[in-house]
């Protein structure tokens, strides 16, 4: 029963297996690919005064067209917006524009698109969150297939001689199990990542986690248009001078206050957790509140997204990663010639 399930499933999902993992390999290097498809995109970051950005927020504050920004980091060196309509802006230190990326504009966006959510929108996210479980199951039971009664070396010897049906068997159970850990790291959090609200409240609820408060002060209303980036960025780098601010959006509304995500020194997540807001009318800090000052569950939770795209781990998990992402191919190829070659053998055997 085991066998017929691996392999069926092995048949039915394979090839998506193949084109998710080599999608999500290569984006692992995501900034690389840019600075290279785009060379006008700065190399390096020089500015040091964060409230160097102000001016240009200020200008950004008067286009409702605007949404989101993204902070300079070393990794991607560029001040990026976001608009409502998908569009990204980049900056250099210059605070001059030199790049507009539209969605789907080049093969990373593509490549990107297809990786979250199949080209399908919100019905290719679930479709995906499906296919995440059914992997696992794929995965899960070719070990138990494969789970030896006794350990030796030799059941990691790759076969170059021999009948086709060994040597396809052997590279595939070989493969397999080497690579099965990083397999299930990245295929579990990623479908983590897919049921995240599911996931969150999951652990919050089983580490008891404490109820989240809400801010007891409220921002005062002020005009959108009279925004000072500058004194916002500049406040809230005094209040956690240890954390890099990496994340916010721009003001909609006269009663918004100003919301920052920070890393903080400790963080695991490229983007940080840790959320402090403003009141824009008088720089008073609303609320505060660094990521390792959560919960268990939700700390927990925030680890599983720097997990799947290797933003932890060093150069030498990123590279696993990365290997790990041809893997699900080799497999494909195995499995299927040592299914052709099981099914020429019985074919043989019957018509004796």
Known sequence: MIIKLHRWLGWLIGIWFVLVSLSGATLLYKNDLLQWQYPQLPAYQTVENISHWGPLLNQLQQDRRYRSVRLPTQQAPWLEVTSHSGDHYYFNEQRQQVLVRSPHSDWIDWLYDFHLHLLLDDLGHDILGYLGIA???????????????????????????????????????????????????????GTLIIYSAVTKSSLSWLLNDPVPVKPVKLANPYPVSQTDWSSMLTSAQQHWPQAQLRLFRLRAGNDDPVSFRARDKDEWHPNGRSVIMIDPSNNQILSSKLANQLGSGQQINNGIYPLHVATVGGKLFKMALLVSGVVPAVLLVSGLFYSLYRRRKQATSFNR
């Open 135 to 189: 992997t696992l199951l794929l995965i899960f039971t070719g070990l138990i297939r494969w789970w030896p009664k006794h350990w030796h070396w030799r059941l990691w010897r790759l076969s170059w001689r021999g009948n086709g049906f060994r040597m396809a068997r052997q590279w595939h159970s070989t493969f397999a199990s080497l690579f099965a850990p990083l397999l299930l790291v990245s295929v579990i959090t």
